[in-house]
Every structure is written in C-alpha cells, then in structure tokens.
C-alpha cells in the first residue's frame, strides 16, 4: 500500500486570505474552509476540481463547493 501524503495548499474559498471573501458575518470574519490560516491540507496527488473550476466557490452562489469542499481541488485516485 502506497503512503498518502498531504500537502498544504493556499485556500481557493478565500483566496489565501483567511477571511470569508462574503463578508456574511462581518468583514473580520475567518473563512469557513481553512479555519483563518488562508491554507489547506490536501493528499497529493490532486488536481483542479472540475465542478467550480478551482474557485472552491459553488457556482453562482456563496456555498461553498461540495465536491472539493472549498478547497478548490480534489485527489486523483491512482489505478490499483
């Protein structure tokens, strides 16, 4: 069995700001993705997601996207 690593990457939610790009809240809010760090961890390998296109933004709204879950890539399953 191969040993997954991750990596950390910045945030497409957010853009690597760590704030909700929304302002929802507030403008001082943190982004709901990466916790207020602007990164996330991910395994590799990864590639752009194909349902928002690596925005990590559900498209025409203010949702996250629930395929890569805001982080605007998903990991590429290697054949077995």
């Not at 909700?20 to 809240?25: A, G, K, N, Y």
């Not at 925005?55 to 890569?68: E, F």
């Amino acid at each position: 069995m191969k040993e997954e690593k991750q990596v950390e990457i910045k945030c497409a939610f957010c853009g690597g700001t760590g704030k909700d790009p929304f302002h929802v809240l507030s403008p001082l809010s943190n982004c709901g993705i990466c916790g207020g760090t602007g990164i996330v961890s991910v395994k590799e390998p990864y590639e752009t997601c194909p349902a928002c296109g690596g925005t990590g933004v559900y498209h025409r709204s203010r949702l996250s996207c629930g395929t890569c879950g805001g982080k605007g890539v998903v990991p590429v399953e290697e054949p077995r």
